[in-house]
T-cell receptor, first 112, second 114 residues
Framework: EAAVTQSPRSKVAVTGGKVTLSCHQT?????MYWYRQDTGHGLRLIHY???????EKGDIPDGYKASRPSQENFSLILELASLSQTAVYFC???????????FGPGTRLTVL | GDSVTQTEGLVTVTEGLPVKLNCTYQTTYLTIAFFWYVQYLNEAPQVLLK?????KRTEHQGFHATLHKSSSSFHLQKSSAQLSDSALYYC????????????FGIGTLLSVKP
């Protein structure tokens, strides 16, 4: 079964500060994704990646950057955190273009 | 664009009674697949059911769903709800393009009462 871990599990950040959320998977999956979860909006895709050193924009990429330095690691970067980015963030991975996605435990981000 | 609609934000049902969570979609892709994800409190979403075959019933853990392309629906049903079924349920559409991207509905919170 897929193992996806995220760090930190929760974080409080100040408006205008830089935040980096990290994701690590140990199942040799090529595809990785970052979602944010908000009540009333469900899960929305921010960025995703097919392969190391390459990222793609998802449905709501504004205000976020992503980095995939290796197959196992995928980071989400908020260069200038804003109040509207308070949410729970989930990382997910999948093995190929038709496989189900496996989610990490989530990171609860609060921007004050 | 593509979209997934879950009309009920909260469904409350008494233990032992049937439950149905609605999911409809809009897409321009011919090749599609659907998932139901379940998220228990303070846990990660996990796959409950998946299907890409029109009019074929899919079952898992007592839940079942049938993809009906004619009505653009993939409703989730269970004949007898259990207290342990209380959770947030997401319907998700996988687009026919590359990247294995999913579009999620807003989720339906199922509350099963004794």
């Amino acid at each position: 079964e897929a193992a996806v871990t995220q760090s930190p599990r929760s974080k409080v950040a100040v408006t205008g500060g830089k935040v980096t959320l990290s994701c690590h998977q140990t199942n040799n999956h090529d595809y990785m994704y970052w979602y944010r979860q908000d009540t009333g909006h469900g899960l929305r895709l921010i960025h995703y990646s097919y392969v190391a050193d390459s990222t793609e924009k998802g449905d709501i990429p504004d205000g976020y950057k992503a980095s995939r330095p290796s197959q196992e690691n995928f980071s989400l970067i908020l260069e200038l955190a804003s109040l509207s980015q308070t949410a729970v963030y989930f990382c997910a991975s999948s093995g190929d273009n038709y496989a189900e996605q496996f989610f990490g435990p989530g990171t609860r981000l609060t921007v004050l | 664009g593509d979209s997934v609609t879950q009309t009920e934000g909260l469904v409350t049902v008494t233990e032992g009674l049937p439950v149905k969570l609605n999911c409809t979609y809009q897409t321009t892709y011919l090749t599609i697949a659907f998932f139901w994800y379940v998220q228990y409190l303070n846990e990660a979403p996990q796959v409950l059911l998946k299907s890409s075959t029109d009019n074929k019933r899919t079952e898992h853990q007592g839940f079942h769903a049938t993809l009906h392309k004619s009505s653009s629906s993939f409703h989730l049903q269970k004949s007898s709800a259990q207290l342990s079924d209380s959770a947030l349920y997401y319907c998700a559409l996988r687009r026919g393009s590359s990247g294995n991207k999913l579009i999620f509905g807003i989720g339906t919170l199922l509350s099963v009462k004794p």
